[in-house]
Structure formats: C-alpha cells, structure tokens
C-alpha cells in the first residue's frame, strides 16, 4: 500500500504534501480493514474471538503466501498468472513423494525425513517452475502475462497427468501437522505466512536485492544503465513466486489431507487482488508486502465476515471485486492530488 | 491562385513554453506552386512553428492566413480540413494494412458501413497514377521500402485534397535514388499548383528542389533568401550567426595526460538482418585524461548511438574499444562502469532517474555492491556518500529523502551526475548535459565538467547547442551521418565550421 511505500522509503519527515486526501490514500486499506472490525465486533461478538482471528488467517495463509511472491512480481510491473496452477502442481508433487509416509509413520520410522523430502520436492519445483517461466519473460522477452496465462493451463494439465486425474489422499500425521496443527494457540500455516512476510519485508525494505527491485519496477532502462543485471531480476522475481507458490501448494495438500487436481483455482486473481489492494502499483516500482499482508487480511476478514452474517457465499466474490476497484480508484485519487502540488 | 495573396502566410506567430520562448514573432509565406526550404539549427523552432501550422499547438499570438484569409487550425484533423498536411519523420501508417486502406483510412468508399472494395482499389490506383509511383495498392505496407511508405504517406495527403505539403526531413532515411524520385514528385506537386514546405538538414538538396528559403534562428526569423541568390556558407552563416556567443568565454583547458579511451574502427548496422544501414561506421578517436572532448553533429548523425556503444547499452558490430592503452570486453553497461565508464544519457526522465524513488536511491543505485554488507544495504554510509554529493553538486533540496519526481529539472540533471562522480569515473560520458536546464544551473554543470577534467578525467561531451560546444571542448569531433566528418581543434573551431561538416558542405577539413 502506498502508506507502506512511505514508510519503506521514507523514514524521515517528507516534505511533499500532506494532505488530509493524501493520508486517506495511504492509509485507506489499513483503516478500512479496522473499520470492518469493529463493525464485525460489534454485530457478532463471536467475530472478535483469538480463535476467530486465527481462524481468519489461516484462511488467507495460502493465498498470503502467493500473494508474498505476486508482490515481488508485480513490483518489478510484471504479472503471474500461473501460481494456482502451480500451486496444485507442486501439491501433488509433493503428495507423491509423501505417498508412502504413512506406512513409515505405523512402523517404527518417525516419517520425518519424508515430510522434509516432500516439502522440499514441492518449493523446488515451485522454484524450478518460476525461473523457467521468469527465463522466457527475462531472456526471451516474451510478455509476462503470456507466459504465466500458458503456465495457467500448462502446470494444471501438469497436475492432472502427475496425479491420473485422482487425488492423493490420507497422509501421516507428521505431514498433516504442517497444515491442520497449531504451536501454542497459532496455526502452523498463519506461522508460515507471518514468517514470509517477515522475510520480504526485511528484503525488500533493507537489502540491496530490494533496492534493485524498486529500481528495475521504476524504471527499467534507467536500472540497466545504472549497471544492474535486469534481467537475471526479472527472472529471480518469478523464481520467488514460483517457490511461493510450491510452499503454498506443500501446505494446502497438508492441510486439506488431500493432494486435488482442482487445487488454488483462482487463487492467482486473488493473491493478485491481495497484492493491489494493498496498494503495490500494477505499474511497478511503489508498493511493499506490509500493503500486501493488510490486502489479504481484508479479504479474509470480509469472506469470513459476510459468512458470520449469513450473507449467501454468492456474495463473497462481488464484495472482493468491488473492493479491489475502489481501493486502486482511492489510490489513484491521492497521487493525483499528491503530484499535481 | 492566380490573385495577390500567397497560398499561406504566417505573419508574427509568437510562442511560449514554461520557460523557453520557442517562437518570437516569426512569419513565412509560400506560394501556389513554390517549394520553400526551412532550415535551422535543432532547437531553432522549426518544428514548433510546423505544429502550430499543423494544428498540434495553438499559438499564443499572431495570424494564419490561407489564400488572404485568416484561419486558426485546432487540432491536426481541422488543419488537414484547411488543405494543410503534414508527413512526419516517423510515419503514422498502419502496418498491417495495405497500400489503398491506409489511403483511405477512416473515409473509405463505403455502404452502410461495408467497405466498397472495388472504388477503393480505383480511387488509390487513380491516385497514385497522378503522382507517377509504381505501387500495388494492396500490398502490406509492413513490407515497403522507407521510400515507399513516404510516397503512401503522400498520396494520402493527396487524398485529403492538401494545398500545402510539409515534409519534415523527408529524404533523411533515403537512398540517392530515392531522393531523386521524391523529387520528381515534389515537382509533381508544385506543377499541380500545390505548396510544398521542406524541412532538411542537407543543404544540397534545397538548390535541387527549393524555389526560397527561410532561414530560422533561437526561434526567430534569421533570413529569407531566394535559392538563386543564396550559398551554402550564407545560409550556414543565418543559422549560426549568434553575437551572443562571444559572451561566453572559454573554459580553461587542463594538463591532458595519456589516452584513457581509445575507440578503433567500430561500426555498428542498424538491425542484424540490414547489414547495408549503418549507424555507426569506423569511429577511431582517443580521449585523453583531462580532456574535454566536444562530439557535435546534428541530431541523428550517430552521437548518441556512439555513447551508447561506448558504454554497452548497445552492442556493436566491428572495432575495438581500449581502456588505458588495454582493450576491454564491453558487452553490456555493468562492465563498463567496471571499466570506469559512466554515462548521463540523453534523456533523464527516461533513460537516468528512477522517478518514484529518493534522491537518496538514486545516487547510490550504482554503489549498491560497495555500500552493503551481506546484500544489506549499510544505511549510514548511504546517507554519508549521498549528503557528501548533494553538499558536492549543491542540489537544492529539503532532505536525501524527496522523491527525484518532485526536482526542478537542474537538481534531477545534477542528481544524476552525482550519481556517477560517486562512483569515480576515468571516463564520463555526458549526452545534452545541459538540456532543458535552466541558466543558472548550466552554467554550474559546466563548471563541475571543468572541475572534473582538471582532476584527469576524460570528458566526452555531446550536444547540439554549438555555443556549448565551442566553449567547454578542448578538441571537437564532429559527425555526420554514422561517421565522424571531420575533428577541429580549439584554436580552429567556429560554429560554421562545425555547421559545414555537420551538413556535409565543407569546402575543406571533410577528411574523416
């Protein structure tokens, strides 16, 4: 979100406007998620219990994870389209290495080391995938909404030929803790995704990587001219969503018990709508994960909202849309009014 | 046609930009019939007199007069409605339309909406018959020749009933033979009665075609000659004559030490595919530690196209380039900041700055790998380095912190510098340094160019404002059309000379 920009980049007093639209604009998402708070606190008191807080996120864990990589994607004004396919992908992937974990589990084999094999299978094919599909943006040049719209259809056909068009159920409790269990209060998978957006957030707020990403998404003649190899950049930014996207696809099977062929189907539009609510710039070069975490908060408060309203599931879908429009229009509205100073 | 007016006046067309008076009272007349070259140096306000004639800007003051009666174009359609055309250097075709649909783009023959193929194969064949051009019109104009496209681009003027033709540089992408046949249908359009305004930078070409000149100068009127009583040196002399530039006095030269850029014979075609369009053709130079070398040429002669080889943003085809006396592999710019080759490039906006992010950012985007520790940014000796800078090149600025997008655009042009000076360059590379800057910060980034090269620097200098060169540069390479045409020293240096090998004209000193 651009307040996040701001506080990225920004530490010290700015002297470039400050109006009262311009804070609206920086802070929207974050006051529009605690507005619906406390109107969800007040109608429901169920709403505002720990429990339901840590249910809410573990909702938005899977597509907070793809919502991490997508930030780093977009920053540089590229798209990834492919994560949810990618994320069924590597879940079964992942579903055939831990296949036969269940029988080390009643035997006298702890089963962890094939839990660690499993996960790693599906975060390196993610990782693989990614930098295959950033290889053909970066190198070849071809459109990045191309090649993710290809990797769509390419890794579910992937998943369905991997699988046999069946899914790959009942893992052993080692592997399912990753998903179903908790640490103290917190669920493993809300863990894993504070974890991610820890880890981005140092990156790209601290780290010279991340300083290179802001610059290529800014302005990319002006970063190969600077020296930076853009695009090595390029392709290593689809490599993070790649690998976002196997975690995500590790923690889903994990959770759900079940590896299936129509896993994280239309998770891409919604990490995508995670990432622009919370304020990244489809245009590249402005925006951060803090943004990205509130943007997915928001859509797991309002899902989960309009559930504990009895309001039909119909409805979900449409109130997400809306919101992403009006959050990019109020954006949108703030730097107008910022740059016309 | 046949009464007292000319087909077009232009009487005292005044214009302003933010900053720069682009126009002062300038005025021009062309006959029914007549060709009329306009000539002047880049920046002398060609262009922006030919949009306002063209619709694309209205002027501020001043009137349009078309067979004695006043007109004030809009928009580009309305000129065109006028009878005005005008045919760009960048051509507004549709490629992947043919010959007769680019023609009639937008008022083809038609029934309730149905294209009437037929009247529009006879209209387009009848109308390249009256220019005499040998063109199938349904070929893909993806697929002409340059020339060809210009003859389409004519013959939809034609189409449009025009009475005044402006070609802005027409003949610059063309063959000799080509510009023959573009002149045969000049000729063409003048015998039908038409006007013709030619913009061109090869002189030559106005005594082949041209019936009049006028001459324009830092946007004012320089001259209005007949072709039978002009010279070449008398209108280079229009175009340059400024008295101002004896104001400038010329820079102090500093102790010039060995070579520290040597370029041989590098060449380079414009695609791979057209080995025969060359954009650079064997440049050879040295540049020597302290010296401020002046490369001047007209805008597309291949100086920046040279900048941006030396410092592999482009790639090059034959040559080599040496570094201190050693060749080096220069493949893409990372090594040649490796090298200590740094490059303010022409544009800022695009080319240099990262709009969206801090002065702080910008300046050490380069130094990145020197500032971090374990890929982290080491945020203290950012701050040092940059505060250092900012002190250095005096950018006026509240905090490190303000975004570049919100800079004058002096404080974003020494934002820049700074960021290379960081670095320590043995080679700078500077193209238009100056450009829309204002005075007072002109004249610092000259001062900083000088100040460099007394600490042994090489500076190579591009720019199109002559008065700029003549005063910063030691020595001066000039270019002409993918080669360098000739190479003054200081004493010998004029801004005619410079124009006569720029233009091709020079009666002497064209040894390359």
Redesign the interface.
Known sequence: MASEATAV????????GFSAVDLLGRVAPLLFLLILVAILSYLEPGFRTERNLFNVMRQVSIIGILAVGMTFVILTAGIDLSVGSMLAFCGMACAVVARGSRSLLEGSDPGGIRVLWAALAAMGLGLLLGLFQGTLIGYLKIPAFVVTLGGLGAWRGATLLLSEGQPISSFSDDFKWWGQGFVGRVPVPVIVFLVFVLIAFIILR????G??I??LG??Q?????????TTALVISVYGISGFCAGTAGFLLTSRLNSAEQVAGQGYELQSIAAVVIGGTSLFG??GGVLGTFIGAMLIGVLNNGLVILNVSPYWQPIVVGSVVVLSVFIDQFAKRRR?RV | MTDASPLLQMNGVDKQFPGVHALREVSLHVWAGECLALVGENGAGKSTLMKILSGVYPADSGRLLIDGQEVKPQNPHHAQTLGISIIYQEFNLFPNLSVEENIFIGREPNRTGFVKRRDLRVDAVALLDQLGVQLDPRSIVRNLSVAQQQMVEIAKALSLNARLVIMDEPTSALTDTEVQALFRIIRGLKEQGLGVIFITHRLEEIFSICDRITVLRDGQNAGDLDVADASPEKIVQLMVGRAVSELFTKQESAAFGEPVLSVRGVGRAATAQDAARVVLKNISFDLRAGEILGLAGLVGSGRTELARVL?G?DPFDNGEILVEGKQVRIR???Q??EHGIA?V?EDRK?????????IR?NI???N??E??SF???R?KDERALVAKYIEALRVRT??Q???V??LSGGNQQKVVLA?WLSRNPRILIVDEPTRGIDVGAKAEVHELLTALAHTGVGVLMISSELPEVLRMSDRILVMREGSIAGELSRPDATQERIMELATGLGSSATAA
Do not use: H, T
């Not at chain 1, 601290?206 to 990587?209: G, K, L, R």
């Not at chain 2, 695009?350 to 801090?358: R, T």
């Open positions: 980049r920004g530490s010290q007093a700015r002297n470039d601290y780290s010279q990587y300083r290179w802001y610059a800014g302005n003649e002006a970063a190969r001219l600077s020296g930076l190899n070069g402005e740059r | 410092f943003a893409n710019p990372s040649a900041i490059l490039p695009l080319q240099a700055l990262v709009l969206l992010l801090s950012e050490s985007l380069p990145l790998g500032l971090s890929g982290f940014v945020r509240p905090s912190d303000q975004k997008m919100n960021k």
